[in-house]
């Protein structure tokens, strides 16, 4: 089946009971044993096991072309369990401008507990050879990457972790399923936050491990799920799902406006750069197109300031850049201020104070002071288009 089918099909049945085409919300935390002691239909207890549950997990290993799936609570629960299955004293491999908070489980969370992690810019592939330990485990891919949309080589690098005994893990929510396929590219599991366009409408908060392989390694990341608990309620599995069934449709939409935009801030005199992978001078752009099918709804950009780019305040900040680039964000009027991406209305943020919100001193970000993030959604092109215009002038 094409993926487009399989979005619409995969992990649904007609209820069999009352002939419903969508498929019911199972609020049980328990289900009944049979006379002899046994669970035939399947379910225990809610925490180990529930049918909206399985229904998504069925899709998700489908759509990514994996053999299991583990849905989560969030994108970080997903991530905290692929760590949690290694074991202290191991070392992992990631890239320097990993999802924030990937770097803070990491650094803050799982340190403490003996994990090592060392990171490096992925982009450079003798950079992970040379990082490689003799107690390496797992190296991290995410790509298109956040906020800077830098592309691996999700194969190069997977050939790396094959020929060091380790695993490749690829966060695969930018791109999702329907524009980039990391199993086929050689990783071994992909992680989701299904908050972002699986769920699609910025309504559902929830992650996913998707393995190639139901083997003992993916067994364990199950076990934490079960046994930890950092699982979505059923509600928020049935509302994955349901997002689930246009995203073949929605990511073309977002990529095709979001190459619009890019292309309009390409050309704007008060735009300093423009991170996009589909614009041919990206110089991860020859790559995005070999693994891509199209390169996704994510737009950054850097707002001319006037000044230098050391120009740094008393704080080692560049606050001419922080100005510029909070002012554009104070006045478009159809995308809204706020974090997070994914959704089917248009989004921008400063993305380094969010960043630095609450984050541990000294451990503050490397994006720049002038740099919006944008989400770009569903709305017609021409009318972001605008927007960005009047805010930009
Ligand atoms: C949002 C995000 C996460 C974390 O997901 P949550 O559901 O917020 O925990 C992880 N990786 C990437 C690339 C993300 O964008």
Redesign the pocket.
Known sequence: MRFETLAVHAGHDIDPSTGAVTPAIHPSTTFERDEDGSYTKGYVYARVGNPNRTALEECLASLEGGASCAAFA??????MAVFQSLSPGDHVVAPKDV?H??AQILTNILALWGLETTFVDMTDLAQVEQAIRPNTRLIWV?TPS?PLLKITDVAKVADIAHRSGAVCVC?N??ATPALQRPLELGADMV?H????YLGGHSDV???AVVAKEDDGHFQKIHLIQGTGGAIPSAFDCWLVLRGIRTLPYRMRAHSENAAAVAAFLDRHPSVEAVYYPGLREHPGHATAASQMSLFGGMVSVQIYAGRDAAGKDAAGRDAAGRDAAMKVAAKVKLFTRAT??GGTGSLIEHRASVENYGVVPGQETGTPENLLRMSIGLEHPDDLIQDLAQALE
């Open positions: 969030s994108g970080s629960a997903a991530t999802y908070g990937t995410e956040n966060d929510t930018w992680v936050a299904t908050t972002k908060t929830g992650g997070s991406l």
